[in-house]
């Protein structure tokens, strides 16, 4: 159709472009594709393939090098070509910076642009890396968000790219703004910056550059540039210019750029770029066609832009995600509690239900359900239904949609998850005792974590404090037939009347409700009146798991775990009731 011709029409010309650079470089290929493009259904094709081109450089390779520089070979020049044609247009970056864990809201944002991706079948999620913040950022750091986002399921396409590595693209792009006349060197020295600023402090005024060097005497920066004298390369601000956003979520955005900010610095004087200048070259080099980000990056769209379109660059298009707050509407920090992804991992939440969760914060399709499958959220996820007011965390919702999806589980894919918070708590982790203790826990647990504690109560027998309690004494003290009640299970116990645990649960499920029932017509009870004393009987408790799933986890376990045995019990229930102990054959 129309369209495919028009990929093939734009895929020869951006063919020429490439051939022209073995004869006049890459620093003229973008002309060369912007001058041969005048269809207007070429057009619309334009500046996503030219974001596609500025992926076929080698990594590392400078975005001005030559072409024996930049590429490794023409048949690699051919295969990139060709895969940079057939890439969708949908090319989206998580970009950290690490200096600390992954939280909640930079989670969500990852999820935000990784959902985005996903939803096409040549989307692109991109992980760079923003760590030019040589004093704060660290590998370990890195290394927590990388593994936090693959435990997340998040796994990227592209990256990680790190700007540490890229100087060299930075320093050259300074270069190229100076020569357009878009940058200029700065001396100003701290000592005279940090005057200016007092003054305008005092004055009542913005303090900002004043703009001293911006239009300094070319002979006299040529002369200290020659004397090796320190300087920043600050970014010339259009006088006039007004920038203006269509955020995908929050609407029309205006700044009045010369109102707002100064020249500001692109290059320190160490030579370390500064982290705008970083991500508007990053974004275009890596051809970034929307950028999904917290809403306090926004005040930094207008440094980016600029800077973009001083390069040449179509600014791609933004989206500022609002902050998510506490239950107490203030911004989510440590003192809310489990703030990192690494700590929800530790306290035993699933990657799915966080998924399923953070996926509504900030969102919703416009109905009332809750419980999502990740394909479903990919499938009707979309930037328009972002609302751009503060979502708001509430754990016992998110402790609830875990406890969803941990129901959802197949026994054998549960086992093994809950295998290290019973290993860490001293209890047995064998196959039998894993698979009893998944299949019992799993309709009572929030979390992962919850697993040791619901065991423990099931392998302990807590009689005598319960029948002190108010709701037990209800049962046998008002009930004249107790006594006997007792006496009857205490002999099938004895007796081998009552079925004993089998290493097959269902089977064994199937005769205790069985015996229960013949428990009943012996006794004259049904309903409450024959399960709660059974219950309480057997368990020492009032409420749990079911009762079979409780002993057959007791006849799995370990004598040193803590497991009060069923003979143990039996003694018990003798001494509590006053009955005679039971005499050996």
């Not at 290929?29 to 912007?34: D, E, G, I, K, P």
């Not at 590392?60 to 590429?71: F, I, M, R, T, V």
């Not at 070259?281 to 999904?292: E, H, K, Q």
């Not at 645990?501 to 409450?528: H, I, M, Q, V």
Request: with cysteine.
């Amino acid at each position: 159709g129309g369209s495919s011709r028009s990929h093939r029409a734009v895929l020869a010309v951006a063919c020429v472009a490439v051939v022209s650079m073995a004869f006049v470089g890459s620093r003229t290929y973008a002309s060369l594709l912007s001058s041969s493009v005048r269809s207007p259904s070429l057009a619309r094709n334009q500046a996503p393939l030219m974001r596609r081109l500025s992926l076929l450089r080698r990594p590392g390779a400078s975005p001005l090098d030559g072409p024996c520089n930049a590429y490794a070979s023409v048949a690699g020049m051919r295969r990139r070509l060709a895969a940079a044609a057939e890439e969708g247009p949908v090319r989206v970056r998580f970009a950290p910076s690490p200096t600390g864990s992954l939280h909640v809201g930079g989670a969500r944002t990852a999820l935000y642009n990784w959902m985005m991706a996903r939803k096409e079948d040549e989307g692109k999620f991109v992980l760079r890396v923003e760590d030019t913040d040589v004093a704060r950022s660290t590998r370990e750091s890195e290394e927590s968000v990388l593994a936090d986002l693959e435990w997340l399921g998040l796994k990227w396409d592209e990256g990680p790219f790190r700007q540490s590595e890229r100087g060299e693209i930075y320093k050259e792009m300074v270069e190229k703004l100076v020569a357009s006349g878009h940058a200029y060197p700065c001396f100003s020295t701290e000592e005279e910056l940090e005057a200016a600023k007092q003054a305008a402090i005092e004055k009542g005024e913005n303090p900002k550059y004043d703009g001293k060097w911006r239009d300094a005497d070319p002979e006299l920066v040529k002369q200290k540039m020659d004397n090796g004298e320190p300087h920043t390369y600050r970014f010339k601000v259009p006088k006039g210019e007004v920038v203006t956003i269509q955020d995908k979520v929050r609407g029309q955005v205006s700044w009045d750029a010369e109102a707002t900010l100064g020249d500001f610095i692109l290059l320190r004087s160490t030579g370390v770029p500064v982290y705008n200048f970083c991500v508007a070259v990053d974004d275009a080099l890596m051809g970034i066609s929307t950028v999904v980000r917290a809403e306090e990056h926004l005040t930094n769209t207008l440094r980016q832009v600029l800077i973009l379109k001083a390069l040449g660059y179509t600014p791609p298009e933004y989206a500022h995600l609002s902050l998510i707050l506490g239950q107490d509407k203030q911004k989510l920090s440590k003192r809310h509690g489990a703030t990192s992804v690494t700590q929800f991992k530790e306290e035993g939440f699933l990657p799915e239900a966080m998924i399923n969760y953070l996926s509504l914060l900030g969102w919703n399709e416009g109905t009332e359900q809750e419980i999502y499958p990740t394909a479903d959220l990919i499938d009707k996820f979309t930037l328009e239904r972002v609302i751009k007011s503060p979502a708001v965390f509430d754990m016992d919702k998110l402790k609830w949609v875990n406890s969803q999806k941990i129901r959802e589980l197949e026994e054998k894919e549960l086992a093994p998850l809950i295998q290290p918070f019973l290993e860490s708590a001293g209890l047995p982790t064998d196959e039998a005792f894993l698979s009893i203790a998944a299949k019992m826990a799993q309709q009572r647990m929030e979390v992962l974590a919850d697993a040791p504690t619901i065991v423990k109560d099931a392998l302990a027998y807590p009689l005598s404090a319960t029948l002190e309690t108010d709701a037990a004494k209800k049962i046998y003290e008002a009930d004249e037939e107790f006594s006997s009640f007792v006496a009857a299970v205490v002999e099938d116990i004895e007796s081998g009347a009552m079925p004993s645990p089998s290493a097959d649960l269902a089977a064994y499920e199937a005769d205790f409700k069985k015996w229960t029932k013949a428990l009943g017509k012996k006794t004259g009870r049904k309903g409450k009146g024959l399960f709660m004393p059974v219950r309480l009987l057997l368990t020492g408790r009032m409420q749990g798991p079911e009762v079979p799933q409780q002993l057959a986890l007791g006849a799995a376990a370990q004598a040193d775990s803590g497991v009060v045995s069923l003979e143990a019990r039996t003694a018990q229930i003798r001494e509590a009731f006053k009955m005679e102990p039971a005499h050996s054959a």
